[in-house]
Structure formats: C-alpha cells, structure tokens
C-alpha cells in the first residue's frame, strides 16, 4: 500500500510539473545539460556513480525509507496548495 501511495505522490508531482508553464523551458535547459554532462564523464566515472547508487540502495535502513516516504508526502501537500492557488 505505501509503495501505491509513493507511486501516486510522484505522479502527481510529475503532472504538476508537465502541466507547469515554466517546465518545458526548464525541460529543455535540463536535457542540454544532462548531454554535456554524459559528454564530459568517463566510463569510470560512471562506473563509480552506478556503484555508489547500489551501495546506497543496498544499505539504506527502513528509517531512512520511512523517512523518504514523510519527505514525499510532505512535498505532494506543499504541491496540492501550490496546485489549488
């Protein structure tokens, strides 16, 4: 049931963003940056992030998940005001 509710939370986010009058400008600007960064990163670097992202997900404890879920449910209030304004 959290996992559904985490589901919906980050939909709700990503529909608030899309349907934004700034997030395609900032979509844009976003992609451009993400192609000159993956331009200017070694396959050892990447590497190295892909290893540290399976460490992190390996060890990260259920606080700190529960902790992750409050976080996300707090940022889907603050956007259901900013939608309802």
Same mark, same amino acid.
């Given at each position: 049931?959290?996992?559904?509710?985490?589901?919906?939370?980050?939909?709700?986010?990503?529909?608030?963003?899309?349907?934004?009058?700034?997030?395609?400008?900032?979509?844009?600007?976003?992609?451009?940056?993400?192609?000159?960064? =993956?331009?200017?990163? +070694? @396959? %050892? $670097? !990447?590497?190295?992030?892909?290893?540290?992202?399976?460490?992190? =997900?390996?060890?990260? +404890? @259920? %606080? $700190? !998940?529960?902790?992750?879920?409050?976080?996300?449910?707090?940022?889907?209030?603050?956007?259901?005001? %900013?939608?309802?304004?």
């Amino acid at each position: 049931m959290e996992n559904r509710e985490e589901q919906k939370t980050w939909e709700d986010i990503k529909n608030i963003w899309n349907n934004s009058s700034e997030s395609k400008e900032i979509n844009i600007q976003m992609s451009e940056l993400l192609i000159e960064l =993956k331009e200017k990163t +070694s @396959q %050892f $670097e !990447k590497d190295a992030i892909k290893k540290d992202i399976e460490l992190i =997900k390996g060890t990260m +404890s @259920q %606080f $700190e !998940k529960n902790l992750m879920r409050s976080g996300l449910k707090f940022v889907r209030r603050i956007l259901q005001k %900013f939608k309802g304004n």
